[in-house]
């Protein structure tokens, strides 16, 4: 029995009464790395001799002054910055790149008496849904080795899934935190926009992305939210909100929730059998006490085009830092910095980045503004009002969070459009601006299944409750994947 498989109140428990120490817990971590690792392919770097001094280090804080997340370790997307430890984005043109300073959530995990043990996996620059995307390896789904962990926090979902981790952060800008967290049952958070502060997150589109927690229960996902979220004087985006207690309202009662199910979610392209799970979740959900009701969310259609317009324009603008001459890789043997330019870009970035960086620059060419990207900022206005029209009258928005389980590696990755709609119940959260959760809720042939419940604006804390009520009620989320057991 792994260290990881008790909740974070369950490990802090052990820790006061002495029955585990800190270094324990982070050379579990690693342990299990070693072990599991050449299978799942989770890690780009590790940090194994300063995690373990800094677990030293913790031994020495007094027992009064410690919070419900000390001690425990955690694993970071390589697309938020950590002082001293390489940071890739998964990409070519990022390699050896070693940041000077910490992200804002890093350091709020450091505060917290957090320990990271390394860098997580991902589709370079947060570009994908499979993880199939990165410059160095292809991260595997722990309950599949053949299928993909979804992305582009892929690797994030499966390390936790795999127990090598308890806790990950991932980054969350068209559904990926909560695909991959479908894909891996384990637990997904995409916070309101604004509500983490983007501070030492390399920047993929700017009006989109968020970071957030993957954990493998809803309790510690909370504790998780609280502890990385607030304002922040260095992300001018970063929202001055009072951060609520989330875990204090996790009581199981749901009576009188009123929960709105859009028939776009439940339509074509969703398979029956994520349908069916669903439908199961909403009568529990309404045993529970909560009423439910149909919607609709009639723009919802036209998220999907209106998302990749919007987000390869402003990673057109974001990746165009990457020259060649600041920092990362640099072409050799070229004759003028015209030429650095261009090859730097060409051998640094991969396939999919060079789609959407043209993707994006044409649509903000002179003559195709108006077009393409004035009119997808329109239809995002739209989504967003029909969001706040639902709201009006329900407390959630409930539907599957991925339209089918995990695919297998190779299946779609010379489809793009098949690919892109992997994020089609994702994509309009992201444009909405709103938060939202992915949750275990079913299985198909051995595979998870996701349920997605969507919130108000910085109203995360109706999402855990009701996501919370929902795990207290079904044993999904007691599950591990058969790579769990080190052989």
Request: net charge negative; glycine share 10%; hydrophobic share 40%.
């Amino acid at each position: 029995m792994t260290l990881f498989e008790r909740s974070a109140r369950e490990l802090q428990e052990g820790l006061h009464n002495g029955e585990i120490t800190i270094a324990d817990l982070t050379n579990e971590a690693f342990s299990r790395i070693e072990k599991l690792d050449g299978d799942v392919q989770a890690f780009l770097a590790l940090d194994k001799d300063n995690a373990l001094k800094r677990a030293e280090e913790l031994e020495t804080i007094p027992a009064e002054e410690r919070g419900p997340l000390f001690g425990l370790p955690i694993g970071v997307k390589d697309n938020i910055v950590t002082e001293g430890i390489e940071t890739t984005c998964a990409s070519k043109i990022l390699k050896g790149f070693i940041p000077i300073y910490d992200a804002t959530v890093v350091k709020k995990l450091r505060d917290a008496g957090m320990i990271t043990v390394g860098k997580l996996n991902m589709d370079e620059f947060a570009m994908g849904s499979s993880n199939e995307n990165s410059a160095f390896k292809t991260t595997k789904n722990p309950w599949n080795l053949n299928h993909v962990p979804g992305g582009s926090s892929g690797a994030s979902a499966a390390s936790v899934a795999a127990g090598e981790v308890p806790f990950s952060l991932g980054s969350d800008t068209g559904g990926s935190i909560r695909q991959p967290a479908a894909y891996c049952g384990v637990v997904g958070m995409k916070p309101t926009y604004g509500r983490v502060s983007r501070y030492g997150l390399v920047a993929y589109a700017s009006s989109l992305d968020q970071i957030g927690p993957i954990t493998r229960n809803v309790y510690d996902n909370a504790l998780l939210l609280e502890a990385i979220a607030g304002v922040d004087p260095n992300d001018s985006t970063s929202a001055d909100v009072p951060v609520p207690n989330y875990a204090s309202s996790l009581n199981g009662d749901i009576k009188g929730l009123r929960v709105a199910v859009p028939k776009e979610f439940l339509g074509e392209g969703v398979s029956e059998e994520v349908r069916q799970s669903i439908y199961s979740a909403l009568e529990v959900l309404k045993g529970l006490g909560a009423t439910v009701e149909e919607v609709s969310l009639p723009h919802s259609k036209y998220a999907l085009a209106a998302y990749y317009i919007l987000a390869s324009s402003e990673a057109s603008s974001n990746l165009s830092r990457f020259d060649g001459i600041r920092y990362g890789f640099r072409a050799e043997g070229v004759k003028n910095l015209m030429e650095l330019y261009k090859e730097t870009r060409a051998q640094g970035f991969g396939e999919e980045v060079k789609l959407r960086i043209m993707l994006g620059t044409y649509s903000l060419s002179a003559g195709t503004y108006d077009a393409y990207y004035k009119k997808a900022q329109q239809v995002r206005t739209l989504i967003k009002e029909d969001y706040d029209k639902v709201f009006e009258n329900y407390d959630v928005i409930v539907g599957p969070t991925a339209p089918t389980a995990a695919f297998k590696i190779g299946d779609n990755i010379d489809d793009p459009m098949t690919m892109y709609a992997n994020d089609i119940l994702t994509i309009p959260i992201n444009l909405a601006g709103v938060p939202a959760i992915s949750i275990p809720c079913g299985f198909h042939e051995g595979l998870p299944l996701g349920l997605q419940i969507i919130g108000k604006h910085f109203d995360e804390e109706t999402i855990y409750r009701a996501a919370y009520a929902y795990e207290q009620a079904t044993d999904f989320h007691k599950q591990t994947p058969s790579t769990w057991e080190v052989k």
